[in-house]
C-alpha cells in the first residue's frame, strides 16, 4: 500500500514525524521515516538548552546528525523550536534575571536560523507563548520571555527570523486548541488575537502550528475545531499539524480496542483538519511507538507503553496509519 507521504503527496499535502537521537540509532525506524514521511523535524535536539547549552558554545552536532543523515537526504526538514520557555538554558535565564533576556533571545534566534539558512526551510519561531489562564493582560503565559518584552518581543522574534532567512516560512505553535472545553475556546481566542496582534504589526507570519496531542475521550466537536481552523485561515496563514500523538492513557489495557479508538479518535480530529484548504499537511510525534514522552508525562495507570503513533514497536502498520492513510485519501 502506498505509504503517508505519497498519498499526501496526491493531494498536495506533506506528511511527516519527529525523529529523536534516540531513534536515529535504529536502522529500521530510519528507513521506515524514509518510507513513508516527507518531511522531519528534530523532536529536542534544535531546543535552545541542545544547541547552546553553554553561553556562545554552540553544539549542533545532535541536531546535524539527524539533518544529515544519508536516508532522510530527500525530505523536507522543519525547525523546533527558536524561542520557546521550556527550553531556556541556565546561562540564559540568569541572563533575564539581569534584564537582558531580550538581547539574549533574538540572538538565539538569529544564530539558529542563520545556521540552518536555506535547510531548515520552516521554523516554529515562537512556540507555546499564548496562556490567557495565567491573567496577563496580553494573553500571554507568564513566562521570563513575557516579562521581558511582551508581545513585541514576540513580534521581533519573527522579524529576526526573516533577516536571518527570507526564505523560511515562520510558524507560531501551540496545543490546547483542539477540544471542546471553557479553557481551549478561552485558549484559542488569545491565539486569535495574538496572531492578529503578529499581523497589525506587519510581522512576517505565515502559519500556526496545531501540536495535536490527542486523548481518547477528550470531547472533539468538529464544528469548534472547524471554526478555529477558518479563523486561522481568515488571517491569511497556512496550517500544519505539528505534533500529533493520540494519547489512550484512559482506556484499558487490550491492544485491538486500544488500537481501534486511537484510530477512530484521529480520524475525526484529521477529517475536519484536511477538509480545511488553508492545511498543508500533518507531522506526528514520533512514527512507531512507543512515545517516551507521554509514557513519562501522560502515563496509564497501569504503565503500559501507549498505542500512540502510526506504527507498532516492530515497525508494522497500525490501524492509527490506516486512519490517517484513508483521511489523507478523503482530503
Ligand atoms: O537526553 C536526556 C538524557 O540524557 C537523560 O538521561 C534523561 C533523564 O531525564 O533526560 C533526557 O532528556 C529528556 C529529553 O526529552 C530527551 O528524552 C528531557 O529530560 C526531557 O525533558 C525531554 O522532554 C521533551 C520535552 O518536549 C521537553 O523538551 C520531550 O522529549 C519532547 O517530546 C517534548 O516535546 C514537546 C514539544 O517540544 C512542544 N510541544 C509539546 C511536546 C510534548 O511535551
Same mark, same amino acid.
Given at each position: ?29 530510519? $528507513? ?26 554552540? +553544539? ?6 539527524? =539533518? ?12 523546533? +523550536? ?8 541556565? %546561562? ?12 539574549? +533571545? ?47 518581543? =514576540? ?20 496545543? $490546547? ?19 492578529? $496582534? =503578529? ?121 492509527? %496509519? +490506516? ?9
Amino acid at each position: 500500500e502506498a505509504s503517508l507521504a505519497t498519498r499526501a503527496r496526491r493531494k498536495g499535502l506533506s506528511f511527516g514525524t519527529s525523529v529523536s537521537t534516540a531513534e536515529l540509532r535504529l536502522p529500521a525506524l530510519r $528507513a521506515a521515516v524514509a518510507r513513508e514521511a516527507d518531511l522531519i523535524v528534530a523532536q529536542n535536539e534544535l531546543k535552545w538548552w541542545n544547541t547552546e547549552a553553554r553561553r556562545g558554545q554552540p +553544539t549542533y552536532g545532535a541536531a546535524d546528525a539527524i =539533518m544529515n543523515a544519508p536516508e532522510f537526504e530527500a525530505l523536507t526538514r522543519r525547525g523546533h +523550536t527558536a524561542v520557546w520557555y521550556r527550553s531556556i538554558p541556565d %546561562w540564559a535565564k540568569a541572563e533575564f534575571s539581569a534584564g537582558r533576556g531580550e538581547a539574549a +533571545t533574538l540572538k538565539r534566534v538569529r544564530d539558529i536560523v542563520a545556521h540552518y539558512r536555506g535547510r531548515i526551510v520552516e521554523w516554529d519561531v515562537v512556540n507555546e507563548a499564548v496562556w490567557p489562564a495565567d491573567g496577563r493582560p496580553d494573553g500571554l503565559r507568564d513566562t521570563p520571555l513575557a516579562a521581558a518584552g511582551g508581545l513585541d518581543l =514576540m513580534a521581533d522574534c519573527f522579524r529576526a527570523a526573516h533577516e536571518a532567512d527570507p526564505d523560511a516560512r515562520l510558524y507560531y505553535n501551540d496545543y $490546547a486548541v483542539e477540544y471542546a472545553s471553557p479553557g481551549e475556546d478561552e485558549h484559542r481566542a488569545a491565539i486569535l488575537t495574538f496572531l492578529e $496582534a =503578529m499581523k497589525r504589526r506587519n510581522v512576517p507570519i505565515h502559519g500556526f502550528g496545531v501540536q495535536g496531542h490527542l486523548t481518547v475521550g477528550n470531547r472533539f466537536r468538529e464544528r469548534v475545531f472547524a471554526r478555529f481552523l477558518a479563523d486561522l485561515a481568515a488571517l491569511d496563514l497556512k496550517i500544519r499539524i505539528t505534533e500529533m500523538d493520540v494519547s489512550d492513557q484512559r482506556l484499558p489495557a487490550d491492544f485491538a480496542l486500544r488500537d481501534g479508538k486511537v484510530a477512530d479518535h484521529a480520524r475525526q480530529f484529521l477529517d475536519v483538519a484536511f477538509d480545511q484548504p488553508a492545511v498543508v499537511g500533518l507531522v506526528t510525534w514520533g512514527l512507531a511507538d512507543p512515545s517516551p514522552w507521554l509514557d513519562a508525562e501522560r502515563a496509564r495507570p497501569d504503565r503500559l507503553p501507549q498505542r500512540a503513533l502510526p506504527l507498532d514497536r516492530d515497525f508494522a502498520r497500525k490501524p492509527l %496509519w +490506516t486512519a490517517i492513510a484513508r483521511s489523507l485519501d478523503g482530503a
